[in-house]
C-alpha cells in the first residue's frame, strides 16, 4: 500500500482484511460510549441524552445581544425564535440554557414537512388498543374490567403526549422546549401553534368524555420523555410556561401574528474566534491550533457560500485523525456548500 493510501480502511480492493482495526475513536459528537460517560452521575440515574445535552451546553458561549435576548424571553415567557445558517449554533441554545438553569432535558420536536399541532400535543393510539382487546377476548377476560384495555381505567395506555405537550404538563420550573427548523413546516403549523402558546393549555378530547368515569377524574399518560404524568378532568394546563426556542434557516416567513408573540434573535457567521472555541470544545487544543488554517478557508468560502459549522469540524477532525496526505482536497470535498451556485 502506498504512503498517500495508509490512512485508508476501505481500499476497495475486493479482498477482506482487518484495517477496521487500525480505525480511531470516533469525534465525540458521534461517540455513544463518551456521551453516557459525560451522562451518568455517581448512581448511573441520569441518562446519556443529558451527557450530550452538557457537552451541547458547554460548547455555546453567546455573545451580549444574544445574552439579552434569551434574557427577555425568560423574563417575559415568550418563545423565543432563532434563525440564522445552518450550524450557527441555534439548537445548542436551547441546550445551553436548560443546562445552565437546571431545567432537565431539552424536549425537542423536530419539525418536517408532514408536522401537525397534533403531532406535538399527543398521540392515541385506538388501533393497539382495538388490538389488545381481541386479544384478550379469547382468553375469557371482560375487556371493560378495571384496568383491562378496554376498560375506561386503561385508555391512559394508549394515550402519550408529544414533545409540546409533555412541556405543558404543570410544573413548579418550566421545561427547555425545542421545535427545530420551523420553517420546514407546511404553512398552517405555525399559525396553529398561536393559541397553544398564548393559553398554555390543551384538550385531550378522549379523556375528556371519559373523565367523570374516571377514579378523580385522572388518567396516566405517558410522556414524550419516556415518564408517566397524570391529566386531570382531560385537559393539560402548565403553571409555568415552558421555555419555548423555536429555531429557523431563513428559509420562508412566517404570519405576522406569530412574529409579534416571539422574541427574535438573529444569529449571524461566526466570527474565527467563535469557530477556534467551537472546535476547541470538541476536539481539544490541539485539533483548534493544527486546524486553524482550515477555519480561515472555512470563513473565506461563508462569504460568498452557504456552509455549515458541522463542515468545518468534519473536515478538522479527520484531517487530524487520520492525516491523510490530499488534506486540503479532502476538507474541500467535506465542506460542500449548502445552497446551489448563482
Known sequence: MTESSEWLIYRGAGEP?????????????????????????AD????????AHRHLAELHRPGAEELEMINAALYLR??????????????TLAHSVAYELGLGNVLRWPIVSR??????????????????????????????????????????????LGPLGTALLPSDTPRVLLIDELDKSDIDLPNDLLNV?????????????????????????????????????????CRA???????????????????????????????HKRLATFVRAHLGDEAARAGDDLITHFLERSRSELVAADQLLNAIYLTDAAAPPSRDRLADLLIQRLDRPR
Open 17 to 41: 482484511h482487518d484495517g477496521l482495526d487500525r480505525l480511531p475513536a470516533p469525534p465525540p459528537w458521534r461517540d455513544f460510549a463518551s456521551r453516557d460517560a459525560a451522562g451518568a452521575g
Open 44 to 51: 448511573g440515574s441520569e441518562d446519556r441524552r443529558l451527557g
Open 78 to 91: 415568550r418563545p423565543l425564535l432563532v434563525t440564522g445558517s445552518p450550524g450557527a449554533g441555534k439548537s
Open 115 to 160: 408536522s401537525t399541532l397534533q403531532d406535538g400535543l399527543y398521540h392515541y393510539d385506538a388501533i393497539a388498543r382495538l388490538q389488545d382487546v381481541q386479544i384478550a377476548a379469547p382468553q375469557g377476560a371482560d375487556p371493560a374490567a378495571p384496568g383491562a384495555p378496554g376498560s375506561v381505567e386503561g385508555i391512559g395506555s394508549y394515550i402519550r
Open 197 to 237: 402558546l398564548e393559553e398554555g393549555e390543551f384538550a385531550i378530547p378522549e379523556l375528556e368524555r371519559v373523565a367523570d368515569r374516571l377514579p378523580g377524574g385522572e388518567a396516566e399518560v405517558l410522556t414524550a420523555d419516556g415518564s408517566k404524568a397524570r391529566v386531570r378532568d382531560g385537559r393539560v394546563r
Open 241 to 271: 410556561f415552558p421555555f419555548v426556542v423555536l429555531t429557523s434557516n431563513g428559509e420562508r416567513d412566517f404570519p405576522a401574528p406569530l412574529m409579534r408573540r416571539c422574541i427574535h434573535l438573529e444569529l449571524g457567521r461566526p466570527d
